[in-house]
């Protein structure tokens, strides 16, 4: 959707399924936004990967995204650690402060940029545009064309969250699935990169390890 990145969609459709702040401390709904805004912290060069595969803020000119600001001065604040680990250890944390910190930032920016109204702590969103995001969505999922890799990150982060199930019929959610694995197994999609494929192993991977961990 023009005007949106992949985390802001995603946000939109945790909202449209429960339009409060608390939807994401649900676990799975937890990893996958944080990795999302990592992702976006990386691509505009604002953090990078230590040979040790550790996070470290890059001294750059250019300010973050404003609701990108919360994640940012977390990373800052911690120990360098690895993506995974880091997602692990804030979707496991108790209260949830750090998770819940970073997704009022985003709501925040929604609100102020006209895609959501809040009223009592209640986020309403355009029923029109989600309808719209998500038929883009699935319009790719059933194209013979190569999907766009936002349409791909959007899928990624429905998909291990498990809102795919929740917000399509389930034959509509079977066939986005599908098409997902043959994209991310498959190296004739020229528009989707390897970083994008590399985070939904990751991701993945991360979903598992927090979904069996102790409550």
Do not use: W
């Not at 969609?9 to 676990?27: D, G, I, M, Y």
């Not at 911690?78 to 970073?102: C, E, F, G, H, M």
């Not at 494929?197 to 598992?208: G, H, P, V």
Request: net charge positive; hydrophobic share 40%.
């Amino acid at each position: 959707m023009k005007g949106l990145n992949y985390t802001q969609e995603f946000v939109l459709c945790v909202l449209n399924q429960k339009p409060k702040v608390s939807a994401f401390k649900e676990r799975k709904v937890a990893a996958c936004l944080l990795l999302s805004e990592i992702v976006e912290l990386l691509r505009d060069g604002t953090m990078a990967l230590t040979p040790a595969n550790r996070m470290v803020i890059a001294p750059v000119n250019k300010a973050p995204k404003d609701y990108l600001v919360p994640i940012t001065e977390d990373i800052k604040k911690s120990q360098p650690q690895s993506v995974n680990n880091y997602v692990r250890d804030a979707v496991l944390s108790v209260r949830k402060r750090r998770i819940t910190r970073i997704a009022q930032a985003v709501c925040d920016s929604l609100v102020k940029d006209g895609y959501l109204e809040e009223d009592h702590k209640t986020y309403y969103d355009n029923q029109t545009l989600t309808d719209r995001i998500l038929k883009e969505l699935y319009s790719d999922a059933v194209s013979k064309n190569e999907p766009s890799e936002q349409n791909s990150m959007l899928a990624i982060l429905l998909v291990n969250s498990g809102l795919i199930r929740q917000i399509f019929p389930k034959d509509e959610a079977q066939t986005v699935e599908r098409r997902l694995k043959e994209v991310m197994k498959s190296d004739q999609y020229h528009l989707i990169s390897d970083v994008t494929k590399r985070i939904n192993q990751d991701l993945m991977a991360i979903i598992e390890a927090v979904s069996f961990a102790k409550k």
